[in-house]
């Protein structure tokens, strides 16, 4: 039993992200889409909530979403996989339910 | 507690939670449709079921009365996160008192609020087949 | 695969009726069943067909419409919502006592219990919003 979590705000204007991560279960997943995506960069305080996780989640980032904010995939946290929206149909298909952290 | 057991189905019926993580005066939701209905209250979510709430001054309806009638529609379960009161100052005391008459009970009048810590809440989440959030 | 698809957003608000019409696609594309597209809260107004944005933008009501007759999907605005928001339908109108409606083609409204019929017959629900 997992769940893949989507989280669709930026962690720097509401507390979606913190709170996703702190009612995920080890080996659920959670996929950033829209203003969430902005979790997924290197060297902001988010990267450090993942880092805390010690990689039992398993994270993922929408293609479409980063490259809409000029987000590289270089910035992308190591870790952290992009997925374009065949991968997001895959995710929700491969996890018993779908949380969105709305 | 045992979450799992309290939110498990029953005749094929699938177990839908509601999660409530923002302050009152959207809408609320007595969906129950016989399936095997939880709500979740946690961050702002715990306000909407505040007592006290007076609506008048605002213009608007005040929907937190609709949450005592929830027993009526067989929704029995509200899972209120400890954690999320206490960052908001907020106790068990502080909230609706919304009750259920237990019909496998002699109809005994039973407290409908869970409290649940942070990690009982996620239980309850792993054990559902639809997670709706508004 | 059954997928249900939940809009919580209106259109033009931010993103997530693009993000919900783009997850659509690609799980068509693949060859999963959608089952339903439920359209709650401010989401009903994705279904007036009277808007009308500038010719270089997406029309995402246009967009619903024309993926709903290629697939033949079933688009369902919630009826509690859409009637506080002005979304009617020929009847609705005629029942309100409104002299105009303004649902789009491909869209139908009715009740909420076709949210939970949505999670009651649907392998996965995803749901959009803001």
Redesign the interface.
């Known amino acids: 039993m997992s769940i893949l979590h989507t989280v669709n705000k930026s962690p720097f204007e509401k507390s979606t992200f913190r709170s996703c991560l702190d009612h995920a279960k080890s080996g659920d997943a959670v996929l950033l889409i829209e203003d969430g995506v902005y979790a997924a960069t290197k060297g902001t305080a988010a990267a450090k909530l993942i880092a805390a996780r010690n990689g039992d989640l398993a994270l993922y980032a929408l293609a479409a979403d980063l490259a809409a904010r000029g987000i590289s995939e270089t910035s992308v946290i190591e870790g952290v996989s992009v997925v374009d929206y065949g991968g997001f149909v895959d995710l929700v298909a491969g996890h018993d339910v779908s949380q969105a952290w709305l | 507690m045992n979450t799992q057991e309290d939110s498990s189905g029953a005749n094929g019926q699938k177990r839908f939670l509601y999660v409530n993580r923002r302050a009152p005066y959207g809408t609320i939701y007595a969906l129950a449709f016989d399936q095997d209905v939880s709500l979740a209250f946690l961050d702002d979510g715990v306000y909407q079921i505040v007592k006290g709430q007076d609506t008048e001054g605002i213009g608007m309806k005040n929907f937190s009365p609709t949450y005592r009638a929830l027993g009526d529609f067989e929704v029995t379960k509200l899972f209120v996160e400890r954690e999320s009161l206490e960052e908001r100052g907020l106790s068990s005391d502080d909230l609706l008192d919304i009750t259920y008459e237990d019909e496998d009970d002699d109809w005994a009048e039973k407290p409908s609020i869970r409290i649940v810590s942070r990690s009982q809440m996620t239980e309850v989440m792993a054990a559902q087949d639809v997670i709706l959030s508004f | 695969?059954k997928?249900g698809i939940?809009v919580?957003e209106g259109p033009y608000t931010?993103?997530?009726s693009d993000?919900a019409y783009?997850?659509t696609?690609?799980?068509l594309?693949?060859g999963?069943e959608i089952y339903r597209v439920f359209f709650?809260?401010d989401g009903v107004n994705n279904g007036t067909r009277l808007s009308v944005p500038p010719q270089d933008e997406r029309n995402i009501q246009s967009n619903w419409t024309e993926l709903a007759k290629q697939h033949k999907l079933d688009l369902v605005v919630c009826v509690a919502a859409a009637q506080r928001r002005g979304i009617l339908d020929e009847s609705e109108a005629k029942r309100a006592g409104k002299n105009a409606d303004n649902i789009a083609p491909g869209f139908r409204i009715s009740g909420?219990?076709q949210?939970?019929e949505t999670?009651?017959e649907s392998?996965?629900?995803?749901?959009?919003?803001?």
Request: glycine letters at 10%; proline letters at 0%; hydrophobic letters at 45%.
């Open positions: 695969m997928f939940v919580n931010h993103q997530a993000s783009q997850f696609r690609a799980a594309e693949k999963h709650y809260h909420l219990g949210l939970i999670g009651i392998d996965r629900v995803v749901a959009f919003g803001d």
